[in-house]
């Protein structure tokens, strides 16, 4: 059995008893799934849309997992890997808790750069490195096989990355 529309004059539903419900019809199902993937690259384009000519620096977030190499002299002092707390704080190597959300890896680099030259070595060379972006996240939902959370791990991650 089918309903038709009387705005359009033309019948785009079809109802089917067995089965209790609503089929879609292929125009519905074509501006469903375009609208969902329109909002999903609108959700992954916020993250890196650049609102000048210049792009931004990628900005440490909660959960990021951090790389650090402290070169003074002779001497290469290699971290293990530093997480990104809830907090916004990192425990880096001879300074304890740093705040490190919401900053770049170059404004990073350069606040803990001068209390080690300070404190700890002579003319250190300091390389931060993000190893893994984990503070960024995006919500999938509708027709996909894997609905949910999702952290963006990289920039690269592309749409079709994240809806197979």
Request: charged share 20%; aromatic share 8%; hydrophobic share 40%.
């Amino acid at each position: 059995m089918t309903a038709a529309n009387p705005s359009e004059g033309t019948t785009n539903t079809t109802f089917n008893k067995s089965r209790g419900g609503k089929i879609m019809s292929p125009r519905v199902k074509t501006v469903f799934l375009s609208t969902l993937i329109s909002l999903v690259l609108l959700s992954i384009a916020s993250f890196w849309s650049p609102c000048s000519a210049q792009e931004k620096p990628y900005t440490i977030g909660a959960g990021d997992i951090l790389s650090v190499t402290i070169f003074a002299g002779p001497k290469t002092t290699e971290a293990p890997d530093l997480v990104v707390l809830s907090g916004g704080t990192i425990n880096f190597p001879f300074l304890g808790p740093v705040k490190a959300e919401g900053l770049s890896v170059t404004e990073l680099t350069e606040k803990v750069t001068t209390p080690l030259a300070r404190d700890y070595f002579v003319n250190p060379q300091v390389i931060i490195k993000v190893k893994e972006y984990k503070s960024k996240k995006v919500y999938i939902t509708g027709a996909v096989e894997k609905p949910g959370l999702y952290a963006l791990e990289s920039g690269a991650t592309t749409l079709l990355e994240l809806i197979a």
